[in-house]
């Protein structure tokens, strides 16, 4: 069955960098994007941005452009999202999630997620 | 960006009741419309994609309409499991935006 394995929870402070893991299994993964969601506490979801794993493409929310960085490792299967110049408001979970269409067909609806990682950013 | 708005943000009913969600988009987005539950501490789950298509092993009290600008979600009669938060996205347009949620109680 198709998995999405995340990283651990961090802790950082404000101006760090931050790099989540997302490790996948049960599917090809240069098939699908791989789209990156965040939740702060006790809010919505927020997209943003999401990966080919197969051309390693790339599509970013204008309100993450220049902080975030998406990539892939098609030898292990793992897709990562690094942000960069952390504020107290980038404290939220952050998920990994895999398209439901082939990344022929189409991008935009999200069907398996990743049990998410918890940034927090505290001085 | 477009923008989603949901209302209810928050409703009430009993088991039983048929709940109904909109979903109004501040422009066309045609029918490229998803909803999601979220129970509390999970990720979110696709519960329809396409405006009304009932994702696979999704109960079929589920169900979804609409086109252009306004969505309606329903629960045909609600369960105790069905107590999460919904949530509406569109993806016509990038970025992918979603609703601010409607946060289900029994």
């Known amino acids: 069955q198709v998995q999405l394995v995340q990283s651990g929870a961090e802790v950082k402070k404000p101006g760090a960098s931050v790099k989540v893991s997302c490790k996948t299994s049960?599917?090809?993964?240069?098939?699908?994007?791989v789209h990156w969601v965040r939740q702060a506490p006790g809010q919505g979801l927020e997209w943003m941005g999401w990966?080919?794993?197969?051309?390693?493409?790339?599509k970013y929310a204008q309100k993450f452009q220049g902080r975030v960085t998406m990539t892939g490792d098609t030898s292990i299967n793992t897709a990562y999202m690094e942000l960069s110049g952390l504020r107290s408001d980038d404290t939220a979970v952050y998920y990994c999630?895999?398209?439901?269409?082939?990344?022929?067909?189409?991008?935009?609806?999200?069907?398996?997620w990743g049990q998410g990682t918890l940034v927090t950013v505290s001085s | 960006d477009i923008q989603m708005t949901q209302s209810p943000s928050s409703l009430s009913a009993s088991v039983g009741d048929r709940v109904t969600i909109t979903c109004q988009a501040s422009?066309?987005?045609?029918?490229?419309l998803n909803w999601y539950q979220q129970k509390p501490g999970k990720a979110p789950n696709l519960l329809i994609y396409d405006a009304s298509n009932l994702e696979t092993g999704v109960p079929s009290r589920f169900s979804g309409s609409g086109s252009g600008t306004d969505f309606t979600f329903t629960i045909s009669s609600l369960q105790p499991e069905d107590v999460a938060t919904y949530y509406c996205q569109q993806y016509d347009i990038l970025p992918l935006t979603f609703g601010g949620g409607t946060k289900v109680e029994i």
């Open positions: 422009q066309d987005i045609n029918d490229f």
């Open positions: 990966i080919n794993p197969n051309s390693f493409d790339t």
């Open positions: 049960g599917y090809t993964f240069t098939g699908h994007y």
């Open positions: 999630a895999r398209e439901r269409f082939l990344a022929a067909a189409g991008v935009g609806v999200i069907r398996h």
